[in-house]
Nanobody, 122 residues
Framework: QVQTVASGGGPVQAGGSLRLSCGASGRTLGRSVVGWFRQVPGKERDFVAAIRWSDENKNYADSVTGRFTISKDNARSTVYLQMDSLKPEDTAVYYC???????????????WGQGTQVTVSS
């Protein structure tokens, strides 16, 4: 199993940028897909982006394609989510998680941890 911890959120104005970090650790990290999700109170948690550790294959939600970029740093075992051209509708708590496939990552119930709040003001 891979443990993850999200950080880097904060307040930002619309049009601005923010970079989130997801520290990852665990024996299966090299075979895992690490992804970002976000949730607004009262709504379901939505998939944002994911990266496969082994070959850096990336997937994005339509709503963030062209604005957000997911990447990783092997030495730091960290996955980043660079968020540019932020919009008020990007306001949410952002979570990261890892699993052995993108399908499992998106479908398997899990304990999500604290997440990191991103607040975009207009």
């Amino acid at each position: 199993q891979v443990q993850t911890v999200a950080s880097g959120g904060g307040p930002v104005q619309a049009g601005g940028s923010l970079r989130l970090s997801c520290g990852a650790s665990g024996r299966t990290l090299g075979r895992s897909v690490v992804g970002w999700f976000r949730q607004v109170p009262g709504k379901e948690r939505d998939f944002v982006a994911a990266i496969r550790w082994s070959d850096e294959n990336k997937n994005y939600a339509d709503s963030v394609t062209g604005r957000f970029t997911i990447s990783k740093d092997n030495a730091r075992s960290t996955v980043y989510l660079q968020m540019d051209s932020l919009k008020p509708e990007d306001t949410a708590v952002y979570y990261c998680a890892a699993d052995l496939s993108l399908v499992s990552l998106r479908r398997t119930p899990r304990s999500w941890g604290q997440g990191t709040q991103v607040t975009v003001s207009s």
